[in-house]
């Protein structure tokens, strides 16, 4: 009897990669041992094998997209030389049976429904999850199409030279397909890298944001000359270093205390505020920029945060951090200064309604009192959700985080009290 390799419970989004496959088709695997590498939202999770057997077959191909549903079929184990079950009845629940298995398509399984303009679209068929979504896209009838995929499903690929090769009214989509494919043509191309995993992931988000949330961006140049002053002796005090990031995050949980429409997200055409501040700080890490939260940033001491940050920072680094981590952000701050940036259009982490972007120091004159001296400055580059937020919501957030910023030792002093009491 054949036992059948499952997705299970992970933690991870609704869609992602099957990143690489830890053992070959007519392998031994043992009950425990890895046997595949599913990766979603910026996290990875292992698939281990549910029972000792020869690996018969793989439903899914690595480095395919699939939707991550607890129980769906990745591959099967069994004795060798049994024969593999077909995934059509395995993914409608039917009974794993081998006998008289022939591997084709039961024509039962592969039913369509018709669209209220008649079109013919397949709700049950034996096809990969992106060339399902495409051909929902482009009103295309699958059953129309004969796969080369796995188990000779129908791929994403089979369904785009369908469509190359109709002569229907999807005429004007051939040629958007034929235009992507060409757009290298004459031209000495040296490497292709196809955008897998988390790039992928990130791709996708934030492509869906930047079209969705119509972004509108707002910068203002803070001086943190006061803070930098502060430092050492802050790091004296707490027993431990902190930055410039740390005492910006602080201040910036403080400013989302003071203004709560920031603190929040954009969902079911609703802005939900949020009482929980948790900021996710971006890290440039082995896998691309990722997003740890830091969350309960107004319930932290400045020396619980710092260690916190720096504790998240190094298992991004480290490639060690989990879907835990990366968890219920209310706002996003960005260090592009370490590019040696001073603005960033930055786009928002969905459902976040802002993020802020910090710029590099430098040094530039500020005039106090009627003198003007140079300081050190940083430029703070807000973006927003215009459809909760404007230019006079922008221009408060800055004005209130300038003002923490530029003059910190009332506000330090008043928070630690307000922590101590507590």
Request: glycine content about 8%; overall charge negative; proline content about 3%.
């Amino acid at each position: 009897m054949v036992e059948i390799i499952r997705i299970p419970k992970l933690g991870l989004s609704d869609y992602g990669d099957l990143v690489s496959w830890e053992a070959e088709d007519g392998e031994h695997v043992t009950a425990g041992d890895v046997v595949a590498i599913i990766e979603s939202e910026k996290a990875s999770a292992e698939v281990e094998a549910p029972t000792d057997g020869t690996l018969l077959g793989r439903y899914v191909e690595e480095g395919e997209e699939i939707e991550i549903e607890v129980g769906k079929p990745l591959a099967v184990i069994g004795d060798e030389g049994e024969e593999i079950p077909d995934i059509s009845a395995i993914e409608d629940g039917s009974e794993v049976s081998t006998e008289g298995n022939s591997g084709k398509d039961n024509s039962s399984k592969n039913r369509a429904t018709s669209s209220d303009d008649g079109s013919d679209v397949i709700t049950d068929v034996k096809a990969t999850p992106r060339a399902k979504r495409l051909a929902t896209e482009k009103d295309v009838n699958l059953k129309q199409i004969e796969g080369t995929g796995p188990q000779d499903a129908v791929s994403e690929e089979d369904v785009q030279a369908f469509l190359e090769s109709s002569d229907t009214d999807t005429k004007g989509d051939e040629q958007e397909v034929e235009t992507e494919q060409s757009s290298s043509a004459g031209l000495t191309v040296t490497d292709s890298r196809k955008l897998t995993g988390t790039r992928k992931t990130i791709a996708k988000r934030l492509s869906q944001s930047a079209r969705e949330k119509p972004h509108v961006m707002g910068t203002r140049e803070v001086s943190v000359e006061r803070i930098q002053a502060l430092q050492s002796r802050l790091s004296e005090r707490y027993g431990v270093e902190v930055s410039l990031n740390d005492i910006i995050l602080f201040f910036v949980g403080r400013v989302l205390q003071d203004l709560p429409e920031f603190n929040a997200h954009f969902e079911d055409s609703q802005h939900k505020l949020i009482d929980e501040v948790n900021i996710g700080y971006a890290v440039d890490g082995p896998k691309g920029l990722v997003v740890p939260v830091i969350d309960d940033v107004t319930g932290r001491s400045l020396a619980e945060l710092a260690e916190r940050r720096r504790n998240l920072v190094g298992k991004v680094l480290d490639n060690e951090f989990t879907t835990v981590d990366l968890q219920d952000g209310t706002f996003t701050v960005t260090n592009v200064g370490v590019f040696n940036m001073d603005v960033s259009y930055s786009i928002i982490n969905p459902p976040e309604v802002g993020i802020l972007a910090i710029g590099r120091r430098k040094q530039a004159p500020v005039e106090r009192d009627g003198e003007v001296e140079f300081e050190t400055v940083v430029t703070m580059s807000l973006t927003i959700d215009h459809r909760v937020l404007d230019g006079a919501d922008s221009g408060a957030f800055l004005e209130c985080l300038a003002e923490y910023l530029e003059y910190p030792g009332n506000a330090l002093e008043s928070v630690q009290n307000e922590q101590e009491s507590v």
